[in-house]
């Protein structure tokens, strides 16, 4: 039986995949893309949530960097109305840390490198006259406000993922490729499915974007050396029980020169990180240690009079950035741009490997991995996804809480907290879940916690969620509010209602 042809292989599931595979699709290209476990699962649901220009990064000379951060977090508030939402940052001043005027000026090229035509620009605070200065041990009279964006990290990628579908991309999760090797002018890879079994497949180019595994799939899949390096670097999390009631996000500047963020999360919460630490080239994701914990308390306690107690943290999360190794000795001076190395011998099948990247500039990334492989598929389209909408945000011009409204004004059956976290979570996708439901009941059997059925065959059949933690943590936070029986409720139903319709990967 001859192989299926595509034109573009993707291996890896990640932000910086999916989002190749979704601009590669709707350039015309036939594509596949294999992820060996949920999509998302590893760095990309393990980030800060933000989008950013990243204004630390001015202090290395990131400046291209930081420009191009910029331009992408106007368009994904653009894009992503329903996941992606401008969020005010204060940085106190420390004395012993960075001057004030260093500062002033970090955030005037931050105001200024890029046209904001959304984001409010920065400005001056004093804390002790504040009430987020109520809060701090010793309230700075100097502070600092500036504007970015949260993101729900991983709903982005399956925005990615079910519009790359859209186009015609095919999307295989929990299939890992284990080989692969060039056949003149054709790949010929071996992909095995968790459940399937071994499938061959054709292409006529690959595209390595297996993050933290990119080495690992050069030398064991490929049989080939690296002619770049990744640079693995973990960053952990801890989400505790909200420190504060006001809504602006901390900026905080510790002792060893790094920054940790204070931000309010999922309304109840405060998400603290992040570390930077050195990992071994195993790209084994690992969790949170005790020192990393006192590591972040500290931080929070040098500014905050609130008890910050790791043993209360609701989740802690850790993740592997992969980035360029470009000599650097500090983790945190490291660049967070990527790198494409191409290798494409005469006649023989091209092959472009990606080192590093950042959530905010995957779309980026994407539309220059297809600049670099025009020459080898030529019959693709123009670039085209810095105008359009990602699934879910055709919100008519109204924020996700007002589409809520609306939700419940055409449905007065449907509780509020539902809606608001469909639209958050989904957008105008929530009336794929809806239907034609005329009460409640409709949504089928509640599982617990604003779970209903409803929910769960959708995220199945359109989301290639398997399991309950790609529910309750990668499609949804539930997670953080679920009750054990939530949980067993859930397990048991993904159990029992084995639907070869639902397991299907298309959506």
């Not at 995949?17 to 596949?32: E, F």
């Not at 393990?46 to 990064?57: N, V």
């Not at 000026?105 to 105001?111: E, P, T």
């Not at 579908?165 to 003149?184: D, N, P, S, V, Y």
């Amino acid at each position: 039986m001859a192989n299926e042809l595509y034109d573009l292989l993707v291996v890896g599931g990640g932000i910086n995949g999916v989002g190749v595979a979704r601009d590669a699709a709707g350039r015309g290209l036939k594509v596949l893309l294999c992820e060996q476990a949920d999509l998302g699962w590893a760095t990309s649901s393990a980030s800060t949530k933000l989008i950013h220009g990243g204004l630390r990064y001015l202090e290395h000379y990131a400046f291209g960097l930081v420009r191009e951060s910029l331009k992408e977090r106007e368009l994904l508030l653009r894009a992503a109305p329903h996941l992606v939402r401008s969020l005010r940052f204060v940085l106190p001043h420390d004395q012993d840390q960075r001057p004030a005027w260093m500062i002033r000026a970090g955030l005037f090229l931050y105001d200024h490198l890029s046209r904001r035509r959304i984001m409010a620009g920065s400005s001056r605070l004093n804390l002790a006259e504040d009430p987020l200065g109520r809060i701090m041990h010793h309230p700075p009279e100097t502070a600092f406000a500036y504007s970015d964006c949260q993101v729900d990290d991983s709903r982005l990628v399956i925005v990615n993922a079910v519009d790359a579908a859209a186009r015609g991309a095919e999307i295989l999760t929990r299939t890992a490729c284990t080989a692969a090797q060039r056949k003149g002018d054709r790949w010929q890879a071996t992909l095995r499915d968790a459940h399937a079994g071994y499938r061959l497949v054709e292409a006529r180019v690959m595209v390595n974007l297996a993050g933290p595994w990119v080495n690992r799939f050069l030398s064991d899949a490929l049989s080939m050396p690296a002619k770049a390096h990744g640079r693995l670097i973990k960053g952990s999390h801890m989400v505790l029980p909200r420190l504060y009631d006001d809504p602006r996000a901390l900026l905080l500047q510790n002792d060893d020169g790094r920054v940790v963020f204070v931000i309010p999360y999922q309304e109840r919460f405060s998400l603290i990180g992040t570390t930077e630490v050195e990992h071994p080239a195993d790209p084994k994701v690992e969790t949170i240690t005790d020192q990393e914990l006192a590591y972040l308390s500290r931080a929070v306690q040098r500014y905050l009079a609130v008890e910050v107690d790791p043993a209360q943290a609701v989740w802690t999360f850790s993740g592997l950035r992969p980035l360029f190794d470009d000599a650097h000795a500090s983790a945190s001076a490291v660049t967070r741009d990527f790198r494409l190395q191409l290798d494409a011998p005469p006649g023989a099948a091209p092959l472009l490997t990606v080192f590093g990247g950042k959530l905010t500039t995957y779309r980026k990334l994407a539309e220059e991995v297809l600049a670099k492989l025009k020459r080898h598929l030529p019959s693709m389209g123009r670039p085209w996804t810095h105008r359009a909408v990602l699934p879910g945000g055709e919100l008519e011009g109204l924020s996700p809480d007002k589409y809520a409204e609306r939700l419940c004004a055409e449905r007065p059956w449907l509780p509020l907290a539902t809606a608001r976290r469909y639209a958050h979570s989904y957008g105008s996708r929530a009336e794929m879940i809806l239907g034609q439901a005329q009460c409640l009941e409709d949504l089928g059997r509640h599982l617990g916690d604003g779970l209903n059925v409803a929910e769960v065959r959708y995220l199945r059949r359109h989301e290639w969620a398997r399991t309950a933690r790609d529910i309750l943590w990668r499609r949804t936070k539930l997670g953080l509010h679920a009750k054990a029986a939530t949980v067993e409720n859930l397990e048991v139903w993904l159990t029992t209602h084995p639907s070869p319709e639902e397991q299907d990967d298309a959506p």
